[in-house]
């Protein structure tokens, strides 16, 4: 049987876990195929726009069957996703026929949708967001010169994140908005994702054994973002998650970590919606990262 | 490692510029690393390389870590009595700090670095008396720890502990009873015809540095 999966008018990180709560309706066995029915979809932040693909992922590795897609009605929406290269890299996870054509000419991007597969692709991204990142952190978050290298630095190694140690490919996009009713100000988000074997998995075989069945999903995210430690003994690791948490702190903003059946966020805001530590999510592969970064405010 | 106060030999020195605009993601760090590492192998046992960041724009911390880190360990942890290898960081501005400070720290490390004008300091774990110590030893170019505790007024014996702790951690090199800063070893070496490409060819050594494989 088919089955077709609503996909939330409004896809953020909120919106994602409603998506995944479908998704998991789907096991192995008793779904021969995914519809992605996307029609509705009204608004889609750079974390639910990648979240579509790893949900596309996981939806393909449990009926055997690429999914497909229904594309938004709204004209925006498309629009937006086509500039953020949405349709150029679904092919990799869904069944689409007619491949749609990219449309736009220069992205307003501050980065389009990326694979991340290896080193190689950090590097491309790196030097991708150089120049459109200057533009933006400069003159519309009104930050200082370093955070251009800083914001290069964070997204080394958030995207290192998976090389290192999802052992899966993953996406990584980021675009500017107006955080009008949150906040009265623009934001950068930056979303991170793959579909591995997430923090729990990576963390195990060093780690679970000394925290016995208290070990689970959360503990491995807090163990691996407040503490800094990391699937590796060597003391070296486990410092890329802990500078870029001291970072985005630095920086007024929210970071959070979704892995398993557990969020962390670290720092958060009192403008932002994010709670320091959820479990007992519906359970995910691989981990899912949300950076946002606010604009100074005018007068600061 | 044990610093002794026989005379020591002057040594080889090598200029290493990182040829890469991104000093990015581990694996980037690694190859660099092995590439020095290859250079630093060639040299005489006892050896001071200086590696340029004046073209680096970014270092992360993984890459940090493969490249400042590890060769720092290295060079500390090398249980030879007969070898003694040093690094200088040249060229490192703001940008660079964070990251190469946090990745000595974490493992108890500390370097010693030139800013783009030539200033130097050190970065990673150090204690303020070190610190200072440090800076004497650079401004004089070389001194006996007596002088040095004048200096700095402190007891000249817990002075001279302090400085043999430098120079095992490969921040200052002792020459019989002085202590000689990298940055007036290098200079001297370099009058003295120690250094490969820098003295040979007149080209500073280059390590091969094209990490992207």
């Not at chain 1, 750079?46 to 004209?75: C, Q």
């Not at chain 2, 006996?144 to 302090?162: F, I």
Request: with cysteine; aromatic share 6%; net charge negative.
């Amino acid at each position: 049987m088919s089955l077709v999966i609503e996909v939330p008018e409004v896809l953020d990180h909120k919106g994602f876990e409603v998506l995944i709560r479908d998704l998991n309706r789907v096991t192995r066995g008793d779904v021969r195929r995914v519809v992605f029915n996307a029609k509705h979809v009204r608004w889609t932040s750079p974390y639910g726009m990648i979240g579509l693909l790893a949900a596309g992922r996981v939806a393909r590795e449990r009926t055997g069957a690429a999914p497909s897609i229904e594309a938004p009605d709204n004209r925006d929406v498309r629009s937006y996703w086509e500039r953020m290269d949405f349709w150029h890299v679904a092919p990799e996870v869904y069944d689409l026929e007619p491949v749609p054509t990219r449309a736009h000419g220069t992205s307003d991007a501050l980065l389009e949708i990326t694979p991340i597969r290896s080193h190689h692709d950090v590097h491309a991204v790196v030097e991708r967001v150089r120049e459109r990142s200057a533009a933006i952190l400069l003159n519309k978050l009104h930050y200082p010169r370093p955070s251009v290298i800083q914001f290069s630095v964070l997204l080394s190694e958030v995207c290192q994140n998976i090389i290192e140690h999802a052992e899966a490919d993953g996406w990584v996009c980021a675009q500017t908005y107006n955080y009008r009713e949150r906040l009265g100000r623009d934001v950068v988000m930056l979303a991170v994702m793959d579909v591995g074997i997430g923090f729990e998995g990576s963390l195990a075989t060093e780690h679970s054994r000394r925290h016995g069945e208290r070990w689970s999903a959360g503990m491995a995210l807090e163990r691996a973002l407040l503490h800094g430690e990391s699937r590796y003994r060597d003391p070296g690791r486990g410092q890329g998650l802990q500078a870029i948490r001291r970072q985005v702190d630095r920086w007024d903003g929210e970071l959070a970590i979704r892995s398993g059946d557990a969020m962390i966020a670290s720092p958060t805001q009192e403008w932002g919606d994010l709670a320091h530590m959820q479990t007992g999510l519906e359970i995910f592969p691989g981990a899912q990262i949300l950076v946002v970064m606010p604009a100074r405010p005018e007068n600061d | 490692m044990p610093t002794e106060e026989r005379p020591s030999p002057m040594p080889d020195i090598a200029v290493a510029s990182l040829y890469q605009r991104n000093l990015v993601t581990r694996h980037t760090g690694r190859a660099v690393r092995l590439s020095i590492e290859g250079l630093v192998s060639e040299l005489g046992a006892t050896s001071l390389t200086v590696l340029d960041f004046g073209d680096v724009a970014v270092i992360d911390f993984s890459c940090a870590d493969e490249v400042v880190a590890k060769l720092v360990l290295r060079a500390v942890d090398d249980g030879a009595a007969e070898s003694q290898h040093f690094f200088v960081f040249r060229g490192v501005a703001q940008h660079h700090v964070d990251p190469m400070d946090c990745a000595l720290r974490r493992r108890g490390l500390a370097a010693a670095a030139q800013g783009p004008e030539g200033e130097p300091f050190l970065i990673g774990e150090v204690d303020p008396a070190a610190y200072r110590l440090w800076q004497a030893v650079c401004q004089a170019g070389h001194a006996s720890p007596d002088d040095l505790a004048t200096e700095v007024g402190m007891d000249p014996q817990d002075c001279g502990r302090l400085l043999d702790r430098m120079c095992a951690r490969r921040l200052l090199r002792r020459d019989g009873r002085a202590y000689h800063s990298l940055f007036y070893t290098f200079a001297q070496a370099e009058r003295g015809g120690n250094g490969r490409g820098a003295t040979d060819s007149g080209a500073s050594g280059r390590a091969d540095t094209s990490g992207r494989e």
